[in-house]
């Protein structure tokens, strides 16, 4: 009898997801462009169509049947995003429309009510714009200070640093657990707890960890964390916070509206019990349930299979890119492709980044070009925008030969014009 091969986690994934089967300028489409957005397979999108086909109604408020199967599937979501964080309860899971909102909302709920002149925040300097402006913001207004953690020559969270700066006035420590221009996995854990022996809060921005690998929040111990649905395989407009359930109990709500009230006088509102207190008026009810389908679907293939398939397309992806003339940034992954996220970050001498894109485009090849939300970081890096190809695990190797590949044309061609 002929031997079988055993197919990859893309292989058997693959069709799942419509949207890869198309072509781009008659090219096979190749996306490396899961650090911005994932695609979304097939059951997430038919989930979508269900709920506005059969159940379609206001949550909470109505008895008909239509009302009630909206609520209960509504619900049900959360209790997955729950079960998905392990969450100590469901009431810890708060819907919102992205992770940044989930960032706003504790800046105004918790920072703009606690910090005052004299306290401190600390951030780090690779984080994305939504984990930045809002602290800005909230500093400006309370008189708090930022202050920000440097890189260590690998390009990595520098934890010697970190431990000089925090102090009794540190009220926040606020990061990324992993970056989505550099790469590099942040020890959370430790950042965590060194937090809190000096009594601040913690909170994680998961938006390139959860859709990668386990992420367990009683285990880091984080006082909150943020993601959003549409890079874990889910839809836009759906994201969500967890947070400790007695530090959300204390925090007043963000938004007034519908909903999020208990008791509503003309001169006075009691509250709603969490986490209806933050989720004021309408929510996105056909979103958040459709985040519960693409959770139900990384449940079934298993957050750990997910990251080792990565792991071994991150070392391959590095082996490839380490023969090419581009220059890398982040940590390298060690040998076995571990130690840091699937994505690579790059510049080539002499052209553009943008250029760079569009020239692969061409070939049917989807990456990044830009900034990617981290200005700062960019400034400190000494360049104004960089190339990032990020991949996800219906990725495959034959894709990264065919970006090599395209990548090195496009070089051939510019060196040729201008060389």
Known sequence: ?????????????????????????GKPLIYFDNA??????????????HYYEHDNANVHRGVHALSARATDAYEQARDKVATFVNAASRDEIVFTRNASEAINLVAYAWGLNTLQPGDQIILSVMEHHSNLVPWQLIAQRTGAELKFVHLTPTQEFDLNPFNQLISDQTKLVAVNHVSNTLGCINPVKEIIETAHRYGAKVLIDACQ??????VDVQALGCDWLVASGHKMCGPTGAGFLYGQLDLLESMPPFMGGGEMI???????????????????GTPAICEAITLGAAVDYLSGIGLDRIADYEHGLTKYLYERLNQMPVKLYGPKPKADGTGRACLAT??????????????????????????????????????NSTARASLYFYNTQAEIDAFIQALQETIDFFGNIFG
């Open 1 to 25: 009898m002929p031997l079988t091969t055993a197919k990859t986690l893309a292989e058997e994934v693959r069709a799942d997801f419509p949207i890869l089967q198309q072509q781009v300028n």
């Open 36 to 49: 911005a957005t994932s695609q979304k397979p097939k059951v997430v999108l038919d989930t979508l169509l």
């Open 209 to 214: 960890s959860i859709p990668h690998m386990t």
């Open 262 to 280: 208990q008791d509503v006088f003309l001169d006075h509102s009691t509250y709603a019990e969490l986490p209806h207190k933050f989720e004021a």
């Open 346 to 383: 790059f510049t080539v001498e002499g052209l553009h980044a943008q250029d760079l894109s569009t020239f692969l485009d061409q070939s049917g090849i989807a990456i990044r070009s830009g900034h990617h939300c981290t200005q700062p970081l960019h400034t400190l890096l000494g360049v």
